[in-house]
């Protein structure tokens, strides 16, 4: 997935040869292929879809080459597809673009810019080392997985998975880096082979695990809001933010188990103890200094938008006619996008040194954040809403359906979460949700079985792409430090992609009753 991040240009150049030719390869193809996939649908539509339906096919088929193979950005083929759309005459330019306006879009934004405030303020990073320099963590290699991976997984929970691992990246070099040093020092028979086990067990656990705590929240990873905006859109089915969580994190933390000992297994080094860590871990802790007036304004806002996330689902647990009422009015003038936005305005107001008028975080900061997944959740949107509404999804659905002969609920959601993984190896997460949650939902209802599982497994599944560096930004990122072979990370993902979808399998089927 790759989701749009400031590594992507790094990274390519980081490709080996063979592979950056193929990379060029795959961006000429898919320049030109689109373009001719749009204009054969265009001279030959397919037969039984409406006129509308028909030139949405050849929009759709233009789209998604583009965004597998990236000839030009992914959000500017977002928003290049509606304005197409409303060329061709399939609907109205002020029904397609109110999609870029939709509430959950704010969600975006302000979580965006909280998540970009941490960063600023180096708020992530403390919270990183003083996780990793308890006593009980520092010199045990077992322990340094475990609490290195779940670190990760709690910040993508609210940060994006490509700003954490940027993050910790330095943190995990410079632990291999005090291992390799000892190792040389003790001159063992097995030295370079522990310091590789090392060096590649925990730059997948961070990856990884990134990955995975980002479907903790909806704010995690943007497949959630696709996936959440979808359901709500198509199937009326409001989730909300404790909801999401409630069903979510007992996943979350059986594939980070997972993940764990698989990790364990194949990459534990033959030593259990790394000599000096805690010094170095205490060394970087000191260099951060002490608590600035930023940091703790940023975690006040932060704070302030997690209380008022989790609120209504506390409200929901209280006895009472009137408490009922008032969490229903709550969540009427309190959506999860507009306290995303009142959290996010507080990092404006909140004075780091009042006198000299300087306040948490400054709009230039602030229009860092990624207003490509941005633009991208919007057009998705606007094609998947007219999918479903010139019936281009449900004609979809019944081909599929009496192509594989799949009827039942559990069998239509194990083949969403498949096509989900599978399609997320090759492109975008969110891009992924965009193509696979639609198509999922039309299955579902061409089958006549609820639709909820299915999407919800489609979403899910299109934050799993781990076999290759180009699936996901965070493996891009640990594939460029060096310490990662390529055949290690597709034999390790490859296997954790098959236990992830047993899990999202499990999830959804025993859980998903819990959103309704």
Same mark, same amino acid.
């Given at each position: 997935m790759i ?7 790094h990274?390519e ?5 063979g ?10 193809v898919?320049?030109?292929?689109g373009?001719?996939?749009? +204009? ?10 409406? %006129? ?7 929009v ?7 965004w597998?193979c990236e /000839?030009? %950005? ?7 597809? %509606? ?16 999609? !870029? ?5 704010f969600?975006?934004?302000g979580?965006?810019i909280?998540a ?7 708020l992530?990073r403390?919270i990183a080392?003083g996780?990793?320099?308890i006593?009980w963590?520092?010199?045990?290699? *077992?322990?340094?997985?475990?609490v290195?991976?779940?670190i ?8 994006s998975?490509?700003a ?17 040093e ?5 001159? @063992? ?6 310091h ?5 067990g ?8 990134a990955?995975?705590?980002g ?5 995690g ?7 959440i ?6 199937l009326?089915?409001d ?10 994190? *007992?996943?979350?933390?059986?594939m980070?188990?997972a993940l764990?000992?698989?990790i364990?297994l194949m ?5 259990s103890?790394?000599e ?6 205490e ?6 200094? *002490?608590?600035?007036?930023?940091q703790i304004?940023?975690?006040?806002a !932060?704070? @302030?938008?997690?209380?008022l996330w989790?609120?209504?689902g ?11 009422a008032?969490?229903?009015?709550y969540?009427? +003038? ?6 995303a ?7 404006f107001?909140?004075?780091i040194?009042?006198r000299?008028n ?14 490509g997944?941005i633009?991208l ?5 606007a094609?998947?809403k ?7 999804a ?5 081909g +599929?359906?009496?192509?594989?002969n799949?009827?039942?609920?559990g ?7 498949i096509?989900?993984i ?5 492109t975008?997460n969110?891009?992924?949700a965009?193509?696979? +949650?639609?198509v ?11 639709a909820?599982a299915p999407?919800?497994?489609?979403c ?6 781990f ?5 996901t930004?965070p ?9 990662? /072979?390529i055949?290690r990370?597709v034999k ?15 999830t ?9």
């Amino acid at each position: 997935m790759i989701d749009s991040h400031p590594l992507d240009t790094h990274h390519e150049a980081m490709l080996t040869p063979g592979e950056q030719r193929f990379e060029h390869i795959r961006k000429q193809v898919g320049l030109w292929l689109g373009p001719v996939l749009f +204009i054969l649908l265009m001279l030959f539509p397919i037969p039984g879809l409406t %006129p509308e339906a028909a030139k949405l096919a050849a929009v759709l088929a233009l789209t998604l080459t583009w965004w597998m193979c990236e /000839p030009v %950005p992914i959000p500017i083929t977002a928003i290049l597809a %509606p304005a197409l759309c409303v060329i061709l005459g399939i609907a109205g330019a002020k029904e397609l673009f109110a999609s !870029f306006g939709d509430p959950i879009v704010f969600l975006f934004i302000g979580g965006f810019i909280l998540a970009e405030a941490m960063m600023v303020h180096g708020l992530d990073r403390r919270i990183a080392l003083g996780l990793l320099g308890i006593d009980w963590v520092a010199n045990s290699v *077992p322990r340094v997985f475990l609490v290195f991976g779940a670190i990760a997984a709690f910040l993508s929970m609210w940060l994006s998975n490509t700003a954490t691992t940027a993050m910790m990246a330095p943190i995990a070099l410079g632990i291999v880096g005090e291992m390799g040093e000892m190792l040389a020092r003790q001159k @063992t028979p097995t030295s370079q082979l522990d310091h590789t086990r090392l060096a590649t067990g925990l730059m997948l656990i961070l990856a990884y695990g990134a990955s995975i705590g980002g479907l903790g929240t909806p704010i995690g990873t943007p497949p959630n809001l696709i996936g959440i905006g979808l359901i709500r859109d198509q199937l009326a089915v409001d989730i909300t933010f404790v909801n999401w969580m409630m069903f979510a994190l *007992p996943a979350v933390v059986v594939m980070f188990l997972a993940l764990y000992f698989i990790i364990l297994l194949m990459y534990r080094p033959t030593i259990s103890k790394i000599e000096g860590l805690a010094e170095y871990l205490e060394d970087r802790k000191q260099n951060l200094g *002490p608590w600035t007036r930023g940091q703790i304004n940023t975690l006040v806002a !932060f704070f @302030t938008a997690v209380v008022l996330w989790v609120l209504p689902g506390v409200l929901a647990l209280l006895p009472g006619e009137a408490v009922g009422a008032y969490a229903d009015r709550y969540d009427k +003038i309190m959506p999860e996008g507009v306290v995303a936005v009142v959290a996010a305005g507080l990092l404006f107001l909140l004075p780091i040194n009042i006198r000299n008028n300087e306040f948490t975080l400054t709009w230039k900061q602030a229009v860092r954040i990624d207003w490509g997944t941005i633009l991208l959740f919007g057009g998705g949107i606007a094609l998947g809403k007219l999918a479903f509404s010139t019936g281009l999804a449900e004609h979809v659905g019944q081909g +599929i359906l009496q192509g594989t002969n799949v009827s039942s609920l559990g069998m239509i959601t194990l083949l969403a979460i498949i096509f989900g993984i599978f399609i997320s190896e090759t492109t975008s997460n969110t891009a992924s949700a965009t193509m696979v +949650i639609p198509v999922a939902i039309s299955v579902a209802q061409a089958a006549k079985v609820d639709a909820l599982a299915p999407a919800l497994g489609a979403c899910m599944g299109a934050s799993f792409g781990f076999m290759l560096p180009v699936s996901t930004p965070p493996n891009a990122i640990v594939y460029g430090t060096g310490y990662v /072979p390529i055949t290690r990370m597709v034999k390790t993902g490859l296997i954790f992609d098959i236990l992830g979808a047993g899990v999202i399998w499990v999830t959804v089927m025993t859980l998903s009753g819990i959103l309704r």
